[in-house]
């Protein structure tokens, strides 16, 4: 009999122990972010966090490095359940909602005082967006301006339109843009980039500092143009479906820890692009300053690109509201 109570015992044990770890919810999260860069440092940092909070509870595998896929692909690839999040640049923000683009439109913002006074405010509309869409936005961050890296000097907008021009793969609006504009776009994964600068299929990538240095693409491209063509907005973002499984009370520490994780991003790539461009220099990159009289060429060319993007890809309504509310914070500053 006591046989018979001590086994009883045992397997009600077992019982009660099999839905703690049937609890334990695994994240994959996808990220260009090459491992060991500063991206790649934050998201681990975020995913042992969320660890930490959970009292393992949840677990985040990051896939860094593409191998996930791009940007894209990674929003495909979270819409089947093949991952359940990851951060995003603005071309996988873009393939869910398309209103974000208006944050990254061409010469329309200057700073970053700028992006941060006109995000903080449109934020909510974008979430809600990305919401009905079936994602949900953990932390927003940024990775610095995008300048041209080419393999030849590029000051002024002729310097650049002989060049083929690396523009993301999907992104049919933008592609129809830069040939409305007279360039020589070629739509590639972002996986392609090295390949494709070796292989002489693109001479020009529009992107970062810190991204140039963490995929080695400015020693192929050792050119780059001192000119901010526009902020590189990103985001951690999860599926509707995994934050669902979120038990509830861990919901505003995960959230709390992403943020987190969000601002010091903001913080430490601002001050991380100017570094990589100086270690960049120090291993054959070549700045090419931008005069004020091709600063306008280039202003007048990114505006004669947005009547193929306004209220066509870029919802007009969005587009009009951050150039409001960069205006309404130019003029703050000025009256200071």
Known sequence: ?????MGVLVATG???????????????????????????????????????????RIRVRIY???????????????????????????????????????????MMLASHEELDYV?????????????????KVLAWGDAGWVHFFAQRPVVR??????LRLFVWSGDSAYVEAWKAAGYRPVALPATEIHTGLQSGLIHAVPTTPLAALAFQWFGLAPHMTALRWAPLVGAVVITADAWG???????????????????????????????????????GLVVHPVPPEARVEWEESARAGYARIVGGAVPAEIVAEVERLRDEYRGQAHRQ
């Open 245 to 283: 499984r979120v038990p509830d009370d861990l919901k505003p520490l995960l959230l709390r820890s992403a943020r987190e994780a969000g601002a010091r991003l903001r913080r430490e790539s601002r001050q991380l692009g100017d570094d990589a461009v100086e270690v960049m220099k120090r291993h």
């Open 14 to 56: 077992l019982l009660l122990a099999a839905p703690v770890h049937a609890r334990t919810l695994t994240i994959k999260l996808g990220t260009l972010a090459p491992e060991g860069s500063s991206f790649y440092r934050l998201i681990r940092d975020m995913a042992e966090a969320w660890q930490e909070a959970s009292g393992g």
């Open 119 to 135: 995000r903080d405010r449109v934020a909510p509309r974008l979430e809600a967006r990305i919401e009905a869409q079936g994602f």
């Open 64 to 106: 860094p490095g593409g191998v996930a896929g791009d940007d894209p692909d990674m929003v495909r690839k979270m819409r089947v359940g093949q991952l359940q999040a990851a951060a995003l640049s603005g071309a996988g923000l873009y393939a869910i909602a398309p209103e974000v683009q208006a944050l990254q439109m061409p």
């Open 157 to 162: 907008p002729q310097d650049l339109r002989p």
């Open 1 to 5: 009999m006591k046989r018979i109570l």
